[in-house]
């Protein structure tokens, strides 16, 4: 079948077939979770998978760590969407294909987007494994899912970023993590780095400079998107490695996605209590 140029026609065609696959009609809440944070989704009662080469247009992750497939299923009253991993600037795709799950999920009617990821901790006193609540976020990668021209069935030319998170998807986290595991979470500044090198000890000073708290590759595109098409968004960061400079040992991706294997179930406990917390419809 050959697809259509158009990104809206794109994302339509993805959608539909997806509904075929599914019932997404009353899909509340999309989660796309980063690498090594699959198993996140096991908790999801009564669910379906379907792998992203079977969907029209759809880009394929080809690094360790994102399987490249998207379940549905139910967490408490509410129908999920997740998808189980995702695709980054440094293979190559522009932010427009790295936005694209977040708007087919749009597209299907989800109101809230939930995005997690594994990042690199520029505070000290972030521990591996905790979970951070991203408040904001610094772009870096030189790039935006926005660029070229607007279609206003996708959303608006120009899109406020003041709130990319939402304040009360943070406060709701934020209960849930102190009744779930006894203290709250805390929450920073994420900054988005083209990758796919890891930060040299320069880079992370002037980041910590910046007023960052967390840095990794991925994230940032999804949220523009998100926000452009008119969801909340709720950032949720896994500190995989403390960033280099804070503490001098060598970053390997296989340590990173082990960090994310042994902290894929808290992930995935907090995700669900957040989610079946929801209100209907979504508020931010």
């Known amino acids: 079948m050959k697809l259509a140029e158009n990104l809206h026609d794109r994302v339509l065609a993805a959608a539909e077939a997806l509904g075929q696959q599914f019932d997404t009609e009353a899909a509340d809440v999309a989660v796309i979770l980063g690498s090594g944070l699959a198993t996140a989704a096991d908790r999801l009662a009564d669910a379906r998978s379907i792998p992203y080469a079977a969907l029209p247009a759809f880009p394929e992750p080809t690094v360790a760590g994102h399987p490249g497939r998207l379940l549905s299923g139910r967490w408490g009253d509410k129908q999920v969407l997740i998808f189980c991993g995702r695709v980054h600037t440094y293979e190559g795709y522009p932010a427009s294909e790295i936005a694209f799950p977040v708007r087919v999920a749009a597209t299907l009617g989800v109101q809230t987007l939930i995005v997690t990821n594994l990042a690199g901790g520029l505070d000290p006193s972030h521990a591996v494994g905790e979970i951070v609540a991203i408040r904001d976020h610094i772009n870096?990668?030189?790039?935006?899912?926005?660029?070229?021209?607007?279609?206003?069935?996708?959303?608006?030319?120009?899109?406020?970023?003041?709130?990319?998170?939402?304040?009360?998807?943070?406060?709701?986290?934020?209960?849930?993590?102190?009744?779930?595991?006894?203290?709250?979470?805390?929450?920073?500044?994420?900054?988005?780095?083209?990758?796919?090198?890891?930060?040299?000890?320069?880079?992370?000073?002037?980041?910590?400079?910046?007023?960052?708290?967390?840095?990794?590759?991925?994230?940032?595109?999804?949220?523009?998107?998100?926000?452009?098409?008119?969801?909340?968004?709720?950032?949720?960061?896994?500190?995989?490695?403390?960033a280099p400079g804070v503490r001098d040992v060598p970053l390997r991706h296989e340590d990173v996605t082990a960090a994310a294997t042994a902290g894929a179930a808290r992930m995935g406990e907090l995700l669900e209590s957040i989610v079946t917390r929801l209100p209907l419809p979504a508020s931010t």
Not at 166 to 180: F, H, I, S, T, Y
Not at 213 to 236: N, P, Y
């Open 140 to 242: 870096l990668t030189g790039a935006s899912p926005l660029v070229g021209p607007n279609d206003e069935r996708l959303g608006p030319r120009f899109v406020d970023m003041s709130e990319p998170y939402a304040p009360g998807l943070r406060q709701l986290a934020a209960a849930v993590a102190k009744e779930r595991f006894g203290t709250p979470l805390r929450e920073g500044v994420y900054v988005s780095m083209p990758g796919p090198s890891y930060e040299t000890k320069a880079e992370v000073h002037m980041l910590r400079m910046l007023g960052a708290d967390l840095v990794g590759m991925s994230t940032v595109h999804e949220v523009i998107a998100a926000r452009h098409s008119g969801l909340a968004v709720l950032g949720l960061s896994m500190v995989a490695n403390p």
